[in-house]
């Protein structure tokens, strides 16, 4: 009977980090393809984006039940069944009414640029911090970016949502993608190959 004294293979090692970046790197690639795919195709991206957050709220108030139930005993069990309760009919009513949802997720994203453009607005022209420049630009592409939205709204549903997802998509790839190529580098700069 032989026993391990513990050490690692060194070029094992490297191969496996190097193998796992270059997964990441892939998934990457994966994603960017999506979401240029989605950049292309805004309407369906926004329906897909509004059916994913319903079956992700309902599997997720499934689950919060599940808990609540297993936690029956504690005095968060109405609580824990009120928010799963909430949850579920939230994914139900997304899923049955995916345009409906894109709509008012647009509309509520509008007054997220609206009010956030107008308080960087504000803000800098009383602060006139170091940052005055940068923060009167961000105020004024928020509010602008929320007129425009709230201008073309309801239409605006159809592409707003699948635009902003599809960008996440393409930036999250662009990261890994850059994770991936830079971990493998400095793995192999380390090993000395």
């Known amino acids: 009977m032989t026993r391990s004294t513990g050490a690692a293979d ?10 796992g970046f270059g997964i990441l790197a892939v ?33 997720g108030g499934l689950v919060g039940l599940l808990h609540a139930v297993q936690a029956r005993h504690t005095n968060f ?6 928010v799963a309760a909430l949850n579920i009919a939230a994914g139900v009513v997304i899923i049955k009414t995916p345009e409906a949802a894109a709509e008012a997720l647009t509309m ?7 009010t956030g453009g107008v308080f960087r607005l ?16 961000q105020g004024a592409f928020g509010l602008l970016l929320g007129i425009l939205v709230l201008a073309t709204w309801p239409s605006s549903s159809k592409y707003v949502i699948g635009t902003f997802f599809s960008l996440s998509l393409l930036f999250d790839g662009l990261g890994l993608i850059a994770t991936g190529y830079g971990g493998r580098r400095i793995v192999g700069m380390v090993a000395g190959k």
């Open 10 to 19: 060194p070029r094992g090692e490297t191969a496996k980090l190097k193998r």
């Open 27 to 59: 998934l990457g690639v994966i994603l960017v393809v999506a979401g240029l795919i989605g950049l292309i195709y805004t309407a369906a991206a926004a329906l897909t984006t509004m059916l994913l957050f319903g079956w992700l709220l309902l599997v």
């Open 77 to 82: 069990f109405w609580l824990g069944v009120v």
């Open 108 to 114: 509520f994203a509008a007054l997220l640029f609206l």
């Open 122 to 137: 504000v803000g800098s022209l009383v602060v006139r911090g170091p940052q005055f420049g940068w923060t009167l630009v």
